[in-house]
């Protein structure tokens, strides 16, 4: 069985070939993104020269993701590949979020169309040099658990990254002051205290755990989920995670205007493509949802922030680590592919 981790040769891209051939290959790219617990919650179908995007819910997280912001956030990371690898093949993609007046009757009951992906031949698409080395990223992005080092990030790498925020219309807080990342770092220990005071939260994340789908052996996957499940490791890991975030000199938030589909997907879309560029300026990068999964949580860090009317969807840390050497399993395109 082929390493479905593993990106495959640019060189093999069937391009004298179908779409669907063509829209499969690309695919090998889309399911690299990362998403919540490694739950890969999408689905694609070939159509009418355009590639459609679903949202899987029953992979979302009933627990810790009962609005599904993370199941859009991650799916918008998929679409990002994908776009990324079909400019990558000369084609020129367009993205069209839902909800849709028209729309193809859903393939499954968990199954709902959120994206149209179409792919048009032409001979003018231009990459330029940052689109070409995102491409390349793909493929060597990870997440990093590891404690991060204390060396700062460069201001024009920041400065990047903000752009890349202003043209998708997005918001980025990039929070570098010590002392305001002592206090995001308080909310995460009271985030990860609360989180496993509920048996429903840790029941939830020992299965992810257990079905090895964060990259552990077989054996290490069972263990982890009967220790998650039944233990009480909450004031453990609050000091764990705490640590983590002020390790990292820089703590990412990202914010949209509106709380919907689309907004969701585009800021998927932009996570995975600041997550390709810190992984081509050497960064590391590591989500850490904990906060927003908790409403009042969720609403004193924006106070902190003072984001004003803008509402934080996503959280992570950036700065400097040892690689990470967790591998975590990627569904093969046979499986998501409908």
Not at 93 to 121: C, Q
Not at 223 to 228: D, P, R, S
Request: charge should be negative; charged fraction near 25%; include cysteine.
């Amino acid at each position: 069985m082929p390493d479905t981790r593993t990106p495959p040769d640019p060189a093999e891209f069937p391009a004298a070939d179908s779409l669907p051939a063509q829209a499969t290959f690309l695919l090998r790219y889309a399911i690299l993104a990362p998403s919540s617990h490694n739950s890969q919650p999408w689905a694609f179908a070939v159509a009418d020269g355009s590639i459609l995007v679903y949202a899987d819910e029953s992979r979302r997280l009933d627990v810790a993701d009962p609005d599904g912001r993370e199941l859009l956030l991650s799916v918008g990371c998929a679409v990002e590949n994908l776009v990324l690898a079909a400019r990558r093949f000369g084609l020129d993609p367009t993205v069209e979020y839902g909800p849709f007046e028209e729309s193809p009757p859903s393939p499954g009951p968990d199954l709902r169309h959120v994206a149209t992906v179409g792919l048009a031949a032409t001979a003018s698409v231009d990459e330029g040099a940052g689109e070409t080395a995102l491409f390349d990223a793909i493929g060597a992005r990870r997440t990093n658990h590891q404690p991060f080092d204390d060396r700062p990030v460069p201001g024009s790498v920041l400065e990047t990254f903000r752009e890349y925020a202003t043209a998708s219309g997005l918001g980025l807080e990039l929070v570098t002051d010590p002392a305001r990342r002592a206090e995001i770092a308080t909310l995460q220990t009271r985030a990860d205290e609360r989180q496993f005071d509920d048996p429903a939260y840790r029941t939830e994340l020992g299965h992810w755990i257990g079905t090895g789908a964060l990259g552990a052996s077989w054996l290490t996957a069972r263990v982890g989920q009967l220790a998650v499940s039944h233990l009480d490791i909450g004031e453990r890991e609050g000091r764990k995670n705490s640590k983590l975030v002020t390790s990292a000199p820089v703590v990412a938030v990202l914010t949209v205007a509106t709380v919907d589909e689309p907004s969701l997907l585009a800021a998927g879309r932009l996570f995975e493509r600041l997550s390709l560029a810190a992984t081509g300026e050497g960064l590391a990068v590591h989500p850490m949802s904990q906060i927003l999964e908790l409403d009042d949580l969720r609403t004193e860090l924006a106070g902190l922030l003072g984001l004003g009317d803008e509402t934080p969807v996503h959280l992570f840390r950036l700065g400097y680590a040892e690689p990470d050497s967790t591998r975590t399993p990627r569904r093969p395109v046979d499986d998501v592919l409908l």
